[in-house]
């Protein structure tokens, strides 16, 4: 048997404690920490490494790949799904969203990168790191409730680089989870009338069923009908919500 392997299961190596996502009741409390008391190499680093594991999810819901081992072979070391840039450009070929959300994706992986890669202590308030920031673009938001975030995002008004990175990591991840979000119902809406209209026209069950199945359609998605909805936090709060836990103190 090998090292890596533990009564024929592989065993947990850093690789998959990095790509581990925090549990519901875990992410509000992590979000709190990093807008507060996470020093900002901490707070750079882990914020973009979220908004890259809801980038890859929504990739790789896109491209319909569920099997583990097949995951661990597009993201591994050298495969397409390996780096923050390959995974931007790939969701940008594939339409998952528009040149502005990729143009700050890229703001958030170069800001990341300088964070993570530089020998000295890098801060948000050095002034590289700040213009950086600012080129942040609007992008059209899912849902109403994020507007007054952009506002305080690309308002003159906010004079703190953290605080507007992390906005935007916010923002990001809303968006990507909210458009996986938008894709399953889609497709699970559309598997439902194709079953219907198979149905129907083979005579296989009565019509009073039919109905019924019909009903199902516009029922809304639930987290039991998402196989991986426990990498993800609830969103049903939308993200005004989510920041709302920090009670005001976001310019601080």
């Known amino acids: 048997m090998g090292a890596n392997m533990s009564k024929g299961k592989p065993k947990p190596n850093l690789r998959d404690l990095s790509r581990e996502y925090p549990a519901a009741a875990d992410f509000k409390d992590l979000r709190a920490y990093l807008f507060t008391d996470a020093p900002d190499l901490e707070a750079a680093i882990s914020s973009s490494a979220s908004v890259e594991m809801d980038l890859e999810n929504l990739i790789l819901y896109r491209l319909k790949v569920t099997n583990p081992q097949t995951i661990k072979e597009l993201t591994e070391e050298g495969a397409p799904l390996c780096t923050f840039h390959d995974k931007i450009e790939l969701g940008l070929v594939l339409k998952l969203y528009s040149q502005d959300v990729a143009h700050n994706l890229h703001i958030i992986r170069r800001v990341r990168n300088c964070f993570a890669h530089s020998i000295k202590l890098v801060k948000f308030d050095h002034a590289l790191v700040d213009a950086e920031i600012k080129k942040a673009r609007w992008f059209k938001p899912m849902g109403k409730d994020i507007r007054p975030v952009y ?61 019924k199945l019909a009903g199902l359609i516009n029922r809304p998605l639930t987290q039991s009908d998402d196989p991986n909805h426990a990498k993800h936090p609830d969103t049903s709060g939308g993200l005004a919500g989510q920041l709302g836990l920090y009670g005001g103190r976001l310019d601080k």
């Open 151 to 211: 506002k305080f995002l690309f308002g003159k008004h906010s004079k703190n680089a953290k605080t507007r990175f992390l906005i935007l990591c916010v923002a990001c991840n809303y968006f990507l989870m909210r458009r996986t979000h938008v894709s399953m119902t889609t497709a699970k809406k559309a598997r439902e009338r194709r079953m219907l209209k198979k149905a129907e026209k083979a005579a296989l069950i009565p019509m009073s069923q039919l109905s």
